[in-house]
């Protein structure tokens, strides 16, 4: 009886290792790491299509406000004063100047053109943003300058 027992154990006891080591075995097996890298691809791809979708709305709303912003410009353009105003603008030559006198203290506390003149120079304007923000003509600019470096 005892060795109808025993093997009876011994039976119990392979078939608890059988689906032990049968469960490890599956976890590890490829098709399951498919099937689990699969699922994390595809919830990947779900949050991407979301983040893309995001971004094209946004990219349409501000498209929108530019269309807006644009069909505004046109009709302030299409004033007559505003029209007037623009072809005075382009007979007249252009000098840029992207100078504040405020800004640069030193300048606006000079007292002589010429120091003024050196100083601007010596940042590197032109001559023709000097002669602007001084309210003098081109020629004295240059006379002031050939001062300077003498």
Avoid: Q
């Amino acid at each position: 009886m005892s060795l109808v027992y025993t093997i009876i154990i011994n039976i119990i006891i392979i078939f608890i290792v059988f689906v032990v080591l049968n469960n490890k075995i599956n976890k590890k097996s490829t098709s399951t790491l498919l099937e689990k890298y699969a699922g994390e691809v595809e919830n990947l791809i779900i949050e991407l299509n979301r983040a893309v979708e995001d971004v094209l709305n946004l990219s349409e709303e501000r498209m929108d406000e530019l269309k807006k912003l644009i069909k505004k410009a046109e009709r302030i353009l299409n004033k007559p004063a505003v029209k007037k105003s623009l072809a005075l603008k382009r007979h007249e030559p252009e000098i840029p100047v992207d100078i504040d006198i405020k800004k640069n203290a030193d300048i606006s506390e000079s007292t002589h053109l010429l120091e003024k003149t050196k100083h601007l120079l010596s940042m590197g304007h032109s001559k023709e943003e000097i002669a602007k923000l001084l309210r003098l003509k081109r020629a004295e600019v240059d006379f002031l300058e050939s001062l300077n470096k003498g």
